[in-house]
């Protein structure tokens, strides 16, 4: 499936995917692909996604 991924579909996992370790990148990729600096509503939202995945066991990935 990620070989058939858009840009910015890569764009949202990949901020999906940094939202717990670097909220900094994170937030940036978020504003970048909403073209909006009021992020921080969608950072909270990306790390509650994160975690939900974390604990069904599917972390969020890029790779396979």
């Known amino acids: 499936c990620c070989g058939r991924m858009t ?6 996992v990949t901020a999906v995917t ?18 909006s600096s009021e992020s921080v509503g ?11 995945y974390l604990d069904l066991g599917h ?3 890029l790779s396979g």
Not at 7 to 12: G, I, K, P
Not at 23 to 32: D, E, F, K, M, N
């Open 7 to 12: 840009t910015d579909e890569a764009l949202f």
């Open 42 to 52: 969608v950072i909270t939202t990306a790390q509650a996604l994160h975690q939900a």
């Open 59 to 61: 972390p969020f990935s």
């Open 18 to 35: 940094q939202c717990q370790s670097d909220v900094l990148v994170s937030r940036a990729l978020l504003t970048a692909l909403l073209g």
